[in-house]
């Protein structure tokens, strides 16, 4: 991994907080590399103000991948939600970036990585994900807040090689953005968004 590589997951609404967390990672377009696992909309202040800048981010080099929360909106008619469906319906839903796998809630562990299941893949369509084993690759995902998992409010969940990081920016927890290269977790504390907090991290590869 040259660029360092940067993840956030279930913004919900708070874009102008993620944009708070980067800017305290010192994040730079030209030396890093921002990936964006789901769930920009809804649950939070601003679904709308999320999106633009989501795509601002995409149009500058981020990677942005769909979440269930996006999926909903592509089957929703509204003329609100209307005019983003053509940036949305041009949205991955995985990626993979060196020995990293991206999605917003999990893959299925007897499928490809090319045979996976939009709908799944991105939470839309409830299913049972296998324990993920790889000594080769770590998953990346969001989807499930962290504390759901047995983790305090706030903290990433490391698990074998599968990394959740969903504080719960949309149940008004904490937002959090990731630095795989030098396991550094940025996180805020939604209602009371002044102070970001910066903690080392192990982010376990084997398993």
């Known amino acids: 991994m040259t660029k360092r590589l940067l993840v956030a997951s279930d913004i919900h609404g708070h874009g102008k907080l993620l944009l708070k967390l980067l800017d305290k990672a010192d994040f730079n377009f ?8 789901g769930d920009y909309v809804n649950n939070g202040p601003d679904s709308v103000g999320t999106l633009k800048i989501v795509k601002s981010l995409h149009e500058q080099g981020a990677i942005v991948l769909l979440g269930n929360h996006e999926m909903r909106w592509l089957q ?3 003329p609100r939600i209307a005019v983003w469906k053509p940036f949305l319906r041009k949205l991955p839903f995985i990626k993979v970036i060196d020995d ?6 999990g893959i299925e562990s007897s499928k490809a990585i090319d045979s996976q299941s939009k709908e799944i893949v991105t939470g839309y ?6 324990a993920f084993h790889s000594k080769k690759m ?3 995902h969001g989807h499930i807040p962290t504390n759901h998992l047995g983790e305090q409010k706030g903290d990433i ?9 969903d504080t719960g920016a949309g149940h008004n927890d904490y937002l959090s953005l990731l ?28 398993i």
């Open 157 to 165: 969940h490391v698990e074998g090689n599968k990394i959740a990081i």
């Open 30 to 37: 030209k030396k890093d590399q921002l990936v964006l696992v």
């Open 76 to 78: 929703d008619e509204s």
């Open 100 to 105: 990293y796998i991206f999605v917003h809630a």
């Open 125 to 130: 369509r409830k299913s049972h994900f296998p």
């Open 138 to 140: 770590t998953l990346i």
């Open 179 to 206: 630095d795989l290269k030098y396991q550094r977790h940025y996180s805020i504390n939604i209602a009371n968004p002044e102070y970001v907090y910066v903690k080392e991290v192990k982010l376990r590869k084997e």
